[in-house]
């Protein structure tokens, strides 16, 4: 998947956010199913291949990063013949509902995951927290957590002091502290920023033996949006889905990523320039 095909989309006509959900409603009902869960979550399947990527996106992020409104998960799948789940929050919840809860109690007791030959999970941020703390129901599977939370109870994380909103939030009851529940994955992959304290906090809670840390110098906080702008994550997705991705190429991919989009603002760059060096010889010849 090209770059373009996923950044250099802000939305410059957005609808609302009704519209734009009746809208993911209709496009879901044709690509698998949508369902709201409860009234600040929804989630939308396609069923398109026994690769199944499932991915935990906030509605703000989707809006904003897309203008058909289109959620990530169905970026990174298009062209794969991977079916997609896309949990989406319409607010900062980290997921943390009941109804999120009964929906993948409900995946499980049908034996959902059992249909597909390989599962990935994704989440970056927030999002990040979901994905680790619900693979739990789907044993075996891989996970690329990209600056996650491991959790906000103060028991574990008095240290963090970014979401106040979510003190009264409860990160103990079912699907709550991240690192333990992903213990029974495949490999669990965590990119976070070392120089960013709290990141690197949270990153350090993830200990158990199948835990590959990918440290990320210098990209702050926004590692998801530099790893798309640089059309890494698509091609880190994709290693994941066919069980080839490990620290090697995770670096290899970065490093390419980086020369790629220094090479691309150069570009940019010099044909702005070149833009303006026209502009000036042709309003020079005008007033000659």
């Known amino acids: 998947m090209g770059i373009g095909a996923i950044t250099d989309t802000a939305n410059t006509d957005p609808v609302s956010f009704s519209d734009w959900l009746e809208q993911l409603e209709e496009q879901g009902e044709t690509r698998g199913y949508f369902e709201p869960i409860g009234k600040h979550h929804s989630v939308v399947f396609s069923d398109e291949g026994t690769t199944l990527l499932v991915t935990f996106e906030r509605a703000e992020d989707i809006r904003a990063d897309d203008p058909s409104g289109k959620p990530l998960g169905w970026r990174l799948s298009e062209g794969q013949d991977w079916s997609s789940l896309c949990l989406i929050a319409h607010q900062d919840s980290w997921f943390r509902s009941h109804f999120v809860y009964g929906y993948f109690d409900r995946l499980v007791d049908d034996g959902f995951f059992e249909d597909f030959d390989r599962v990935v999970f994704y989440g ?137 989009y220094r090479l691309r603002l150069w570009f940019t760059k010099a044909y702005e320039t070149a833009k303006r060096i026209r502009r000036r010889r042709i309003l020079i010849d005008l007033t000659n």
């Open 124 to 260: 970056a941020d927030m999002c990040g927290y979901a994905a680790a703390a619900f693979s739990v129901v789907a044993t075996g599977a891989d996970i690329i957590l990209v600056s996650p939370q491991a959790t906000l109870d103060p028991a574990h994380a008095d240290w963090d002091k970014r979401f106040p909103a979510m003190r009264d939030v409860s990160f103990s009851d079912r699907y709550g502290y991240a690192p333990e529940m992903c213990e029974n994955a495949g490999q669990v992959f965590v990119v976070f920023d070392p120089e960013v304290c709290e990141d690197a906090m949270h990153a350090r809670l993830f200990k158990s033996k199948n835990v590959r840390s990918l440290p990320c110098r210098h990209f702050g906080s926004d590692i998801e949006i530099d790893l798309i702008s640089m059309n890494v994550l698509p091609a880190v997705v994709q290693a994941a889905a066919k069980g080839e991705l490990d620290s090697t190429l995770f670096n290899r991919l970065l490093k390419t990523g980086r020369r790629g």
